[in-house]
């Protein structure tokens, strides 16, 4: 099997390091050019410990628990290996130390510098300061190596010699000169790192250009040389296994080869997977099959199954004599001994037993079963002789001896898939609780910082706008370690302890109390999850399978079951989101649920339960929402993946991080989402899955990206910038009916990005002469957007598709205008069956006891809800239009000047609101004169109308129009209910109005009437507003026409929200209620110069004119406060 090699992970920053194994084997400690020795438990270690040097470091090595570095301050400085806690310094050189090494008994350490000397200090004792300084080499020292009878040391330079010293008498022995020349070791050729046979020590090997030439200690002499054809670059590394069986050699081009020293094979050979240079190659002392390298980028790699047949040989060659095995030594012999003395002969049997052979004595027995087996097969063995036994049949023999204790059957095996371990809950955006000082949340709110240490257990909580609250210190006394953080509070939570119940705090800063802090304890056996915090309200999670919601002051809400073990949970407004366990997946992957609740405000419903999906073999490691409230989730393989509402509430992948990682070890945490501008805010980890909390990480932004098919191509990128477009537009619908603001501009935007995107598919499906496709396009744009296409299909000569793209915008226009006058329709119809519904309701002094206007106005009778509230609105107007009454009172006086009966009085206010009518209705004026003269036989009209009139009392009328009244904004709306109410109550007078006039002349002018229903045109909100957008409009469609213009105006006031409608309408009605006072200065100027004029003989400008005389007595006889009730009353007995 071949030998397999791991991906390789950051470790440090880009230069020269250098590898070590510690504690036997138990950690891998390596060091860079960025001053740190990390200390790592294996190579899928994710929080390695670092110890900071300080300088640059070119060498480590590490014996027990002492951790010695070369740095590039021209000292040996030694380091506790368990705390990282500095030990002094050990040896100084006048220049950077650029080798370091044990010896194997751990007694010497020898020190290698670029001053061309090399130190060997006795270290056993750490207070001895026993050195033997080396000089002799012209060059810096390139590596240094002890044998390992801790006689000799090797040394290589750049001088170019390989030189061999004799440690106690500080002398050469021994010189070769093997290697290039250079003048420092950043520029040499290779490190020519060398290595001695282990144990024995009996060969040193030396890396020399595209082989390795291993000496004899005894004799000095080169003894075989170890190569391979595939070698292209120079070999720089050896290093022995810990057995002495294999030597590993690593090329300056990334190849790492090892071979079998007895056979002189090449067994394995292993190639960087990014082809560079190796500086750090080290065997584990307690795998003989497995090699750890760094680079000189600073990653590091593993190579694992070195081998195994190699290396393993020794023990299969014991193997392959079972019996030598078995009573090789005297271990066996003390064993059947041992056994035959606790049996001390009691059980002999009786002469001529059959079972007599058992009862002989163990030490006779033990001899007879290996004369059996080793007996020559010679002419003196009888037929009887007891033949060969195979070593099973032997070991059932020795089981059958007395005393010894029998075997245990063998136990059923499982053989099938295990089951994937369920992966633990965590708290979104925070760090592992196992690390001295971590993130416990960090936020689009803020972040929250633990730091334990037997110094200090504390809190710090820092808010990216200080405007929110400023940064709070907390001493950590109950041991927290989980935190939820919003705009609103701080959430706390511990684990339960033996002597205490799992508890959560709640620091509520917004709170507008003294009281900014409650606390309450879990029940017993019950332990805090997951925190989350929304809008006014707290959950948590825990074990017991329970969701726990709280108010933000601290009431409980409610407590929710959850169907599985609880993963992780987020919450945002009104929303809360429960990732949990539905059960065992299949091997290597996770099987979660979810659900998406709306657990506050009026609709508390449940939106979403089901299966939530995630990468495979991989994890959930954040959840949360975007800050537009679309919930996001985020797996170990780097994909993020958004819920699609327009779809079914499915889920779609936005985005892949692991494509922006520069290594495979690299990771992105992820700690916002942003919809619109699209954002994905993450914190780069290299060589790590999570930050470091000192110094503060950086936070960058990430693209998201669907993941289509043939992303390189134009056509797929503008598929891909449409599809997410729409995507991460779906939010604006949600959040209106959440009751939130949305702007318009942005919406705009965001429209128009798709627009521009689908005209540049509909031109490449064009060119590439794909109609169909193209026509396919076209049914996702509007009516606007198809006239261009059909434009552009005309241009480039594609006349079939313009024509059948002609259908097509024909068709969406008439749906837009069917889907228009259906919107239009219902908003009519809503808007007569309110008026319907009041027009029983009309209330005059006769028929109700008088009350105050006040609460007639409000409790009229028992309506729908929405009129009570619109009601309760105009009843705190009542004020200002009591003070408009008088001037009210004198218009209804002149309009009833121009009428055909004095009944018709002026319009009771409907208080429906002015938005539900359509922009383009017509309203019709129920005071239009008719144009049909009237007879002169015609009765006088009061008299029919007041004998079914029951009596009133004066001044019900003017309360009773004060209680229907609307507000200011809604006069235009209402004026066509006063028509409808009094259909009921007036039949008789509407019947006469109806009969026809005497035809007037074509030449005579207009009546005031008709005059003044031109000139009382009332402005609407949608006419003044359009106004004003007109330029802004032309500007961002200059090549739309006028009725273009007009329906994105449309559009863009049913945007608007009601507020801004009601704002727009009410400076409209301002501008009208100007202009009508003008038309009424002007109307009063007509009718005085009417009076001076004679009278014609028409009869209808006779009764005209005494209603006009008759209006005018009234208004003697009455004070202006009166009500209009009065003062027809006064009219109609003055006519008779």
């Known amino acids: 099997m071949p030998a397999t090699r791991k991906p390789v992970r950051y470790a440090h920053s880009e230069g020269h390091t250098d590898i070590c194994y510690g504690q036997e084997g138990r950690y891998l400690i390596t060091c860079g050019t960025d001053g740190d020795v990390r200390v790592w438990e294996g190579l899928e270690d994710d929080d390695p410990k670092t110890i900071s040097v300080g300088d640059k470091i070119h060498a480590v090595a590490a014996k027990n628990n002492r951790l010695l570095t070369g740095t590039d301050s021209n000292t040996?400085?030694?380091?506790?290996?368990?705390?990282?806690a500095p030990d002094g310094i050990l040896a100084r050189f006048t220049a950077p130390v650029s080798h370091l090494v044990y010896s194997e008994s751990g007694k010497l350490l020898a020190a290698g510098a670029s001053d061309f000397n090399i130190r060997v200090l006795e270290v056993e004792d750490e207070e001895s300061t026993t050195q033997y300084l080396l000089h002799g080499h012209q060059a810096p020292v390139l590596s240094v190596a002890?044998?390992?009878?801790?006689?000799?040391?090797?040394?290589?330079?750049?001088?170019?010699?390989?030189?061999?010293?004799?440690?106690?008498?500080?002398?050469?022995?021994?010189?070769?000169?093997?290697?290039?020349?250079?003048?420092?070791?950043?520029?040499?050729?290779?490190?020519?790192?060398?290595?001695?046979?282990?144990?024995?020590?009996?060969?040193?090997?030396?890396?020399?250009?595209?082989?390795?030439?291993?000496?004899?200690?005894d004799t000095w002499e080169k003894v075989f040389t170890l190569t391979d054809d595939s070698i292209e670059q120079p070999i720089s590394l050896v290093a022995w296994s810990p057995n002495g069986v294999l030597l590993a050699g690593a090329c300056v081009d990334g190849t790492i080869l090892v071979w079998d020293v007895s056979s002189k094979n090449c067994v394995e050979r292993v190639k960087h997977e990014k082809s560079l240079t190796i500086c750090g190659l080290v065997w584990n002392p307690a795998n003989c099959t497995e090699i750890a390298y760094t680079d000189v980028q600073g990653q590091l790699g593993l190579v694992e199954n070195v081998a195994p047949e190699s290396s393993n040989r020794q023990k299969s060659e014991a193997a392959d004599d079972p019996m030598a095995a078995m009573f090789d030594g005297d271990d066996d012999d003390d064993f059947l001994l041992s056994a035959g003395d606790h049996d001390d002969g009691s059980h002999s049997n009786a002469p001529g037993d059959p079972d007599d052979d058992d009862s002989m004595p163990v030490p006779t027995q033990r001899k007879r079963i290996k004369a059996n087996i080793f007996d020559d097969d010679d002419a003196s063995m009888g037929a009887d002789s007891v033949s060969m036994k195979p070593a099973s049949d032997l070991l059932d023999d020795v089981d059958s001896i007395s005393g010894l204790p029998t075997r245990a059957p063998p136990q059923p095996v499982y053989q099938g898939p295990k089951p994937t371990p369920l992966q633990p809950a965590f708290q979104p955006g925070s760090t592992p609780v196992s690390l001295a000082h971590r993130f416990m949340v960090w936020n689009s709110t803020g972040v929250v910082k633990c730091y334990n240490?037997?110094?200090?257990?504390?809190?710090?909580?820092?808010?990216?706008?200080?405007?929110?609250?400023?940064?709070m210190h907390v001493t950590n006394h109950l041991n927290h370690t989980l935190a939820a953080l919003s705009d609103q509070a701080a959430l706390l939570a511990c684990e339960s302890t033996d002597d205490a119940p799992s508890k959560l705090v709640c620091l509520h800063f917004s709170s507008w109390d003294n009281s900014k802090e409650w606390s309450t304890a879990m029940t017993d056996g019950e332990d805090i999850q997951v925190l989350?915090?929304?809008?006014?309200?707290?959950?948590?999670?825990?074990?017991?399978?329970?969701?726990?919601?709280?108010?933000v002051a601290g009431i409980q809400k409610d407590v929710i079951s959850v169907p599985g073990p609880v993963v992780s949970m987020a919450a945002y407004g009104t929303q809360l989101f429960v990732v949990y366990h539905m059960g065992t997946g299949i091997p290597g992957d996770q099987l979660l649920g979810a659900q998406l609740q709306e657990v506050s405000g009026r609709r508390r419903r449940k939106v979403l339960e089901g299966q939530l999906p995630i990468s495979t073999k991989s994890t959930l490691t954040w959840i949360g929402f975007s800050a537009e409230g679309t919930p996001v989730t985020y797996d170990s393989c780097g994909v993020v993946r958004m819920m699609n509402r327009g779809l079914g509430h499915s889920w779609t992948p936005v985005a892949n991080t692991r494509t922006h990682c520069k290594g495979k070890s690299d990771n992105y945490w992820l700690v916002g989402v942003n919809e619109n501008p699209q954002q994905l805010r993450c914190i780069p980890c290299k060589g790590s899955t999570f930050p470091p909390v000192l110094p503060r990480p950086a936070v960058t932004v990430l693209p998201f990206q669907l993941p289509l098919c043939e992303l390189n191509t134009d056509k797929s990128q503008l598929e891909e910038s449409f599809v997410r477009s729409r995507l991460f537009s779906g939010h604006f619908q949600f959040l209106s009916a959440q009751g939130w603001e949305v702007e318009d501009l942005a919406r705009a935007d965001v429209q128009r990005e798709q627009d521009d995107t689908l005209m540049k598919l509909f031109a490449l499906a064009c060119k590439a002469d794909r109609e169909c496709r193209a026509a396919e396009?076209?049914?996702?744009?509007?009516?606007?957007?198809?006239?261009?296409?059909?434009?552009?299909?005309?241009?480039?000569?594609?006349?079939?598709?313009?024509?059948?793209?002609?259908?097509?915008?024909?068709?969406?226009?008439?749906?837009?205008?069917?889907?228009?006058?259906?919107?239009?329709?219902?908003?009519?119809?809503?808007?007569?069956?309110?008026?319907?519904?009041?027009?029983?309701?009309?209330?005059?002094?006769?028929?109700?006891?008088?009350?105050?206007?006040?609460l007639r106005s409000s409790g009229t009778s028992q309506r729908s809800s929405r009129q009570q509230q619109v009601q309760q609105e105009e009843s705190e107007e009542e004020m200002e239009m009591e003070d408009r009454e008088e001037e009210e009172e004198e218009t209804d006086s002149s309009d009833v000047k121009r009428r055909s009966g004095p009944i018709l009085t002026k319009n009771t206010k409907s208080s429906y609101p002015k938005s539900a009518l359509s922009l383009t209705q017509e309203r019709k004026n129920p005071f239009k004169v008719s144009s049909q003269p009237k007879t002169p036989t015609e009765a006088p009209r009061g008299s029919s109308v007041f004998d079914k009139m029951k009596k009133t009392s004066p001044g019900s009328r003017a309360k009773s129009k004060t209680a229907l009244s609307p507000r200011g904004d809604l006069k235009t709306a209402n004026k066509t209910s006063a028509t409808s109410k009094?259909?009921?109550?007036?039949?008789?007078?509407?019947?006469?109005?109806?009969?026809?006039?005497?035809?007037?002349?074509?030449?005579?002018?207009?009546?005031?009437?008709?005059?003044?229903?031109?000139?009382?045109?009332?402005?609407?909100?949608?006419?003044?507003?359009?106004d004003q957008e007109r330029s802004t409009l032309q500007e961002e469609n200059s090549e739309e026409s006028d009725a273009g213009l007009f329906q994105l105006a449309i559009r863009g006031w049913r945007k608007l929200d009601k507020q801004e409608q009601k704002d727009w309408n009410e400076k409209a009605k301002q501008m009208s209620e100007t202009s009508s006072q003008d038309?009424?200065?002007?109307?009063?100027?007509?009718?005085?110069?009417?009076?001076?004029?004679?009278?014609?003989?028409?009869?209808?400008?006779?009764?005209?004119?005494?209603?006009?005389?008759?209006?005018?007595?009234?208004?003697?006889?009455?004070?202006?406060?009166?009500?209009?009730?009065?003062?027809?009353s006064a009219f109609a007995f003055n006519k008779d």
Request: glycine share 4%.
């Open 453 to 471: 240490s037997e110094e200090e257990n504390s809190i710090d909580i820092e808010f990216h706008d200080t405007s929110v609250h400023h940064s």
């Open 1079 to 1128: 038309a009424d200065l002007k109307k009063r100027k007509r009718e005085s110069e009417s009076e001076e004029t004679p009278q014609g003989d028409d009869e209808s400008l006779k009764g005209d004119k005494t209603l006009e005389d008759s209006g005018s007595q009234a208004k003697k006889k009455k004070p202006l406060s009166t009500s209009v009730n009065s003062k027809l």
């Open 777 to 854: 396009l076209c049914e996702l744009m509007d009516v606007n957007r198809l006239n261009f296409a059909i434009k552009y299909a005309s241009r480039v000569k594609r006349i079939a598709l313009a024509e059948f793209l002609n259908d097509l915008a024909r068709r969406k226009a008439e749906e837009e205008a069917g889907e228009q006058q259906e919107e239009e329709e219902e908003e009519e119809q809503d808007f007569r069956g309110y008026l319907d519904s009041q027009k029983n309701h009309i209330e005059t002094e006769w028929s109700q006891p008088s009350t105050p206007s006040v």
């Open 532 to 551: 989350a915090i929304g809008q006014g309200w707290v959950a948590v999670a825990t074990d017991k399978r329970l969701v726990r919601v709280w108010t």
């Open 146 to 217: 002890v044998d390992p009878q801790d006689k000799y040391l090797a040394s290589s330079s750049c001088d170019g010699t390989v030189a061999i010293w004799n440690i106690t008498e500080k002398n050469q022995v021994k010189s070769w000169n093997l290697l290039p020349k250079c003048s420092d070791v950043s520029v040499a050729k290779t490190l020519c790192r060398l290595a001695w046979q282990p144990k024995t020590g009996k060969y040193l090997a030396v890396p020399v250009e595209k082989e390795v030439q291993v000496f004899d200690k």
């Open 76 to 84: 040996v400085q030694a380091h506790t290996l368990s705390d990282g």
């Open 982 to 1026: 009094k259909q009921s109550t007036q039949s008789t007078l509407l019947m006469a109005a109806k009969k026809p006039r005497k035809q007037e002349p074509e030449n005579q002018p207009k009546t005031s009437s008709e005059g003044q229903e031109e000139n009382k045109k009332v402005m609407k909100g949608f006419d003044l507003w359009f």
